[in-house]
């Protein structure tokens, strides 16, 4: 679904809006805050490495284990441990353990109302820490939009825009959080976490 080449929205490249200030571009809304999760939250799901080479502008990768197969695989096998499951909230999380290697470890998965003592084959445990993030909030008209045309421009608006004009970076890690119990699921977040100011020379 994400393999498509979309207009880029040039007026994003020079609109830079305060923490909390909607921003409207076209047919999306973008809002970005700083929060604070006090306690680590847990999530159940599938992952897989993913060759950075392989991955197009959209963000989706054209190998056999891309984000949106894993995605699939999800919501397929995601029955074996439903009753562990809030089926509210879902997250995909992309990290790098090495990225000498090309790869990055990609996270598909719900939020755990409980854990399991054994997971059923297949399945892990990954958990967002409790920290400080930046919150990228994206809303569209459709789903479809929000996951191709809306996720694209904000991710290229948050990394290429906002956080090098706030003079930060981040950690090598971010997510992507879905809020499934919305009316038309047409809203979500881009989580990234900010490195500590020592880190930041």
């Not at 056999?64 to 999380?93: C, F, N």
């Not at 399991?116 to 920290?131: I, R, T, Y």
């Amino acid at each position: 679904m994400l393999n498509t080449f979309e207009k880029p929205e040039v007026s994003m490249n020079y609109a830079l809006v305060d923490e909390g200030v909607p921003l409207v571009v076209g047919d999306i809304v973008l809002e970005i805050q700083r929060k604070l999760v006090q306690a680590p939250e847990t999530y159940l799901g599938l992952e897989t490495e993913v060759r950075i080479s392989e991955q197009v502008p959209t963000g989706e990768s054209t190998g056999v284990d891309a984000p949106g197969q894993l995605w699939k695989r999800y919501h397929t096998e995601k029955v074996a441990i439903l009753s562990a499951l809030d089926t509210g909230v879902e997250m995909g999380m992309s990290h790098t353990e090495d990225p000498t290697q090309g790869l990055f470890t990609y996270f598909a998965g719900g939020l755990a109302k409980n854990v399991p003592g054994q997971l059923q084959d297949g399945f892990v445990k990954k958990e967002l820490p409790a920290g400080e993030y930046i919150v990228c909030k994206i809303e569209a008209e459709k789903f479809e939009d929000l996951v191709t045309v809306s996720l694209d421009q904000a991710s290229k608006y948050l990394f290429g825009t906002w956080l090098p004009h706030h003079n930060l970076a981040t950690e090598p890690f971010s997510a992507e959080k879905y809020y499934r119990d919305a009316e038309d699921m047409a809203y979500m977040e881009i989580w990234v976490k900010p490195l500590p100011l020592d880190s930041r020379v």
